[in-house]
């Protein structure tokens, strides 16, 4: 039997970005799969193991920042 890994909100800052891997039904919302930040997300989203952390960012990629914005 497969154990799920389910992680606390507790675990994550409330502005820490985090993956959201499936999609996330509430009755108020519906939220896609993608990066979020975690105090945005449902606590049914973390009681459901659906949110993981992102890896750390290594290398010069962590000193660039977001891209400029497109015109």
Do not use: I, N
């Not at 970005?17 to 009755?27: D, G, I, K, N, S």
């Not at 519906?30 to 105090?39: D, I, N, Q, T, V």
């Amino acid at each position: 039997m497969p154990l799920e890994r389910r992680l606390s909100r507790e675990m994550f800052l409330s502005s820490e970005v985090v993956e959201l891997r499936q999609m996330c039904f509430t009755p108020g919302r519906l939220f896609e799969p993608g990066k979020y930040l975690a105090g945005d997300l449902p606590d049914t989203a973390f009681e459901m193991g659906l949110v993981e952390k992102l890896p750390p960012v290594r290398g010069r990629s962590e000193e660039l920042g977001d891209p400029p914005p497109q015109v």
